[in-house]
């Protein structure tokens, strides 16, 4: 074999498509186009963003505003319900499931401590997240503010 008897594989190389070259040849007539429309025209270029006549991208988005889909969401949880909550029924620990069995939170719900009212009960709160002020209100008081393992790890991480 030598450069002089070389030939691309069988199939690989096709020959050009010839448009309006007469009717048996298949592609005479409109030169395969179809019929009318502006694609049928010659001199005919598409604008860039266009969508066929569809409400262009451009349009459809909203042009103010932002949401972002990473935001964590937290159910609030004030120090005065849980006094009230303390008071009522003489709990030490405050965790998640107390807290689904007295109706303050949701199974899925995060929840955030957050420093309004006062408390004055010593209880080991467990809550996925606490204000600095909150975590303080409730180590002077002689508690424990608890971030449950799994979550503590992953803000670790971050």
């Known amino acids: ?3 002089s008897n070389l030939r691309p594989a069988k199939g690989s190389v096709r020959e050009r498509k010839r448009v309006g070259r007469g009717q048996g040849s298949g592609m005479g007539g ?9 694609q049928s025209r010659s001199g005919y270029s598409r604008k860039v963003h266009f969508e066929g006549g569809q ?9 103010f505003g932002f949401k972002n889909i990473n935001r964590v969401e937290y159910k609030p949880l004030n120090l005065d319900s849980i006094q009230a909550l303390v008071e009522e029924t003489k709990a030490t620990v ?17 929840v955030k401590v957050l420093n309004r009212g006062e408390l004055t009960a010593a ?20 508690g424990k503010a608890v971030v449950p393992v799994k979550q503590a790890k992953e803000e670790a991480a971050n």
């Open 1 to 3: 074999m030598n450069l």
């Open 30 to 38: 409109t030169s395969t186009r179809g019929h009318k429309g502006a």
């Open 94 to 110: 405050v965790d998640m499931d107390f807290l689904l069995q007295h109706g303050l939170v949701s199974k899925k719900d995060l």
């Open 55 to 63: 409400m262009p991208l451009q349009r459809r988005v909203p042009k």
């Open 123 to 142: 209880v080991e709160v467990h809550a996925h997240a606490f204000s600095s002020s909150a975590k303080e209100a409730i180590e002077k008081a002689g």
